[in-house]
């Protein structure tokens, strides 16, 4: 992925795309989203999680974004659906994390 920085864009665009990214620190990247005020549920996909609470997030092993915010300011940089899934998640390209959930803590 290559990105360009541009001025004058419109960070409310929503071009419906969305990533899926792979966290091995599942948990505390669901608390930190949770913190800036970021988690969104994608009415498109509700059926494959809807997670708004940390317990629902590691049930589905999933959960989402919606805006990119500058941490330190909470001024939005980009709208940009981001998938978060944990390694658990079963359709982990990774093979080697790609492991039960009731077996192994990451």
């Given at each position: 992925?290559?990105?360009?920085?541009?001025?004058?864009?419109?960070?409310?665009?929503?071009?419906?795309?969305?990533?899926?990214?792979?966290?091995?620190?599942?948990?505390?990247?669901?608390?930190?989203?949770?913190?800036?005020?970021?988690?969104?549920?994608?009415?498109?996909?509700?059926?494959?999680?809807?997670?708004?609470?940390?317990?629902?997030?590691?049930?589905?092993?999933?959960?989402?974004?919606?805006?990119?915010?500058?941490?330190?300011?909470?001024?939005?940089?980009?709208?940009?659906?981001?998938?978060?899934?944990?390694?658990?998640?079963?359709?982990?390209?990774?093979?080697?994390?790609?492991?039960?959930?009731?077996?192994?803590k990451l």
């Open positions: 992925i290559h990105f360009v920085e541009k001025k004058d864009i419109d960070v409310d665009a929503d071009n419906e795309e969305h990533m899926a990214i792979y966290i091995g620190n599942f948990e505390s990247c669901f608390k930190r989203c949770e913190s800036l005020g970021i988690i969104w549920i994608n009415p498109r996909f509700t059926k494959l999680d809807a997670s708004k609470t940390l317990e629902q997030a590691l049930e589905a092993e999933a959960f989402r974004i919606r805006d990119i915010k500058d941490p330190n300011t909470g001024t939005k940089l980009l709208r940009l659906e981001h998938e978060i899934r944990s390694l658990r998640h079963p359709k982990c390209p990774l093979k080697q994390y790609s492991i039960n959930k009731k077996k192994a």
